[in-house]
């Protein structure tokens, strides 16, 4: 957490409880206020009986019993009014401090989108202009054009995540399912990162011919941002294994890695919005918080569940289970 964000959080703090405090403090002050008031009408009234009238005791406890209703009510809407503050207070206090941190989480994603936007263009950039300037040979040239088609990808993939973000958000997207055969969609996504990590070892098992009912782009996505980021924390040199089998009714895809896994307290944040795990001023990998938030809303929108687990000896494994086409 940032010095600033920590300073917001604790600006926040102390204002909330001092006015919780005040808010009480007044509550109680008007309370007392009012019992005493109270107290002093009925001693009035009571002084106003004349002692030899033969309803005396029945009129001094009527106006006893007037005196202990009403501070009985002043008890009841003092603790109704305190309730309410305690509530609206702790929901005003919640709410401020997600904005806060939401705030944040949203500033580090425009840095991390511009870092993440600026690097491929710049690579793709200088790559076309030696090929402009420079006479270089066959080997070179097809080279220089592989790792610009790589980075545009990259691009594209970087805005496909932002677009369908939005488009969520604005619940303007609009599903077209369809029966997918998953598992050559699974082996075309594979095929595609190998080429673009050729120096990355993926394990594959995958089973043949598995059908869902769901809509190949977005399941594309899903895969895309399971394996980029298992390859983005996996250790180097470290394989990444592709799973894929069916039993009865339930399919299970499974992308597995062996970098340095995921804390337990980690584990339910890394699907919200904007998330990344560790400190951003610490942090290393690459991203924008946006890849597991779309695979969780994507899973959900097709009627299925994701969730993560530990790899042994080391690393994570995410884990998608969804129903059968039939």
Request: proline share 2%.
């Amino acid at each position: 957490m940032s010095p600033l964000l920590k300073s917001k959080l604790t600006l926040v703090t102390a204002v909330y409880w001092i006015l919780l405090s005040y808010m009480v403090a007044a509550l109680l002050w008007w309370f007392i206020a009012l019992d005493k008031q109270n107290k002093m009408i009925s001693n009035i009234r009571l002084s106003e009986l004349k002692h030899d009238d033969p309803n005396y005791y029945r009129d001094a406890l009527a106006i006893e019993n007037s005196a202990n209703r009403k501070t009985i009510q002043f008890i009841s809407e003092g603790t109704t009014f305190l309730v309410l503050i305690l509530v609206g207070a702790v929901f005003v206090f919640r709410a401020t401090r997600k904005q806060i941190k939401l705030s944040q989480q949203q500033q580090n994603f425009m840095m991390a989108v511009t870092h993440e936007l600026k690097t491929p263009i710049a690579v793709a950039q200088l790559n076309l202009e030696t090929l402009q300037k420079r006479q270089l040979n066959e080997d070179k040239r097809q080279m220089l054009i592989g790792n610009t088609l790589q980075e545009a990808n990259r691009l594209n993939t970087l805005c496909n995540n932002i677009l369908f973000a939005s488009q969520l958000d604005a619940g303007a997207y609009t599903t077209t399912k369809q029966e997918v055969n998953f598992s050559d969609l699974l082996e075309g996504c594979v095929d595609s990162f190998k080429k673009r990590f050729s120096t990355r070892m993926i394990e594959e098992k995958i089973s043949e011919s598995i059908y869902l009912i769901g809509e190949p782009l977005l399941l594309q996505m899903l895969v895309n941002n399971l394996m980029d980021n298992a390859n983005k924390y996996a250790i180097k040199g470290s394989p990444i294994t592709i799973s894929l089998k069916q039993e009865e009714n339930q399919i299970e895809f499974s992308v597995a890695d062996q970098g340095e896994g995921i804390a337990e307290d980690e584990k339910k944040k890394i699907f919200q919005k904007f998330y990344r795990v560790g400190e951003e001023n610490t942090r290393k990998t690459k991203g924008t918080g946006l890849g597991l938030y779309l695979c969780k809303k994507i899973v959900e929108g097709h009627a299925g569940k994701i969730f993560v687990s530990n790899n042994q000896p080391q690393g994570s494994i995410f884990t998608v289970k969804f129903k059968t086409a039939s």
